[in-house]
């Protein structure tokens, strides 16, 4: 549901954009593929019947006006733990290079966390006030994320930037599955704050994913420089079209074919 991308997605999910002459699922999908990737499940919510891309298994989110990321996910669930090793998940407003997911895909954490190390070159091209935007997360010695998820943090704790991609081992997964229900009995019907999300019903997957590291999961940052793009408002979609005319696409993302980016 694109509330801030109202202009252009005004009665489509956000995930049903189109950029450069393809909508962003089919971009990821096609991304997906290229990698390997076949079993492909997509969690619909909003205006879900223009979500209707062949190939893919389609969950839907009856009640995607009260809740957020998290709980979008958990109508999957059944998919997630009959997974044999891993499974990735994505966020349906970013677009990405196959390289990614490949570095991704290599990770053997029980928790893989894409992250751009290079992320500053990105937010200061793509928006005035790009420090208003920046969001914690951070990295220990070892690799291991420890912190992450906090709005408009000091500069020192956004050791990088938290792209939407990630991977989830079959043990961690249930992991996930257990600390959802967890608080689901406890949080579900309150309006209270949790974590750093409004309330439970509308968790952040950085919430989480930061729930999971404090009970002692281990998820590793995966660090990569660019090879995404974000369509979060009006703005980016505007800014990435004038990019994708005059060139300046180029410093962040390939745009070619799904096999394509720098190595």
């Not at 549901?1 to 954009?17: D, E, F, H, Q, S």
């Not at 990698?35 to 879900?48: K, L, N, P, T």
């Not at 998290?70 to 109508?75: D, K, N």
């Not at 990295?139 to 990630?166: D, K, M, V, W």
């Amino acid at each position: 549901m694109g509330t801030r991308l109202g202009k252009y997605a005004k009665n489509v999910p956000k995930c049903m954009l189109e950029f450069a002459g393809k909508t962003l699922l089919e971009r990821q999908v096609q991304t997906l593929r290229a990698c390997g990737i076949s079993d492909i499940v997509v969690a619909r919510g909003y205006a879900a019947e223009k979500i209707n891309m062949g190939g893919v298994t389609y969950r839907y989110n009856a009640e995607y006006a009260e809740t957020n990321m998290a709980a979008t996910l958990m109508c999957a669930r059944e998919d997630l733990l009959e997974c044999r090793d891993y499974a990735l998940v994505c966020y349906g407003d970013i677009i990405y290079e196959k390289r990614l997911v490949e570095k991704l895909m290599g990770c053997k954490a029980q928790i893989g966390v894409l992250v751009d190390e290079g992320w500053q070159e990105y937010w200061k091209a793509r928006m005035q006030n790009w420090e208003e935007d920046v969001e914690s997360l951070q990295i220990g010695r070892e690799g291991n994320i420890f912190e992450l998820g906090t709005p408009r943090c000091p500069l020192s704790q956004a050791h990088a930037r938290y792209i939407g991609l990630l991977k989830f081992s079959r043990d961690a997964i249930g992991k996930f599955v257990e600390t959802f229900e967890e608080n689901k009995r406890e949080h579900w019907e309150s309006n209270a704050p949790w974590m750093k999300s409004k309330s439970f019903k509308k968790a952040y997957m950085t919430c989480m994913l930061q729930a999971l590291i404090d009970k002692g999961a281990r998820a590793q940052a995966v660090k990569v420089r660019h090879g995404w793009m974000e369509f979060d408002t009006n703005e980016d979609y505007e800014k990435a079209d004038k990019w994708l005319q005059d060139g300046t696409i180029k410093r962040f993302f390939s745009i070619g074919n799904a096999g394509e980016g720098k190595a």
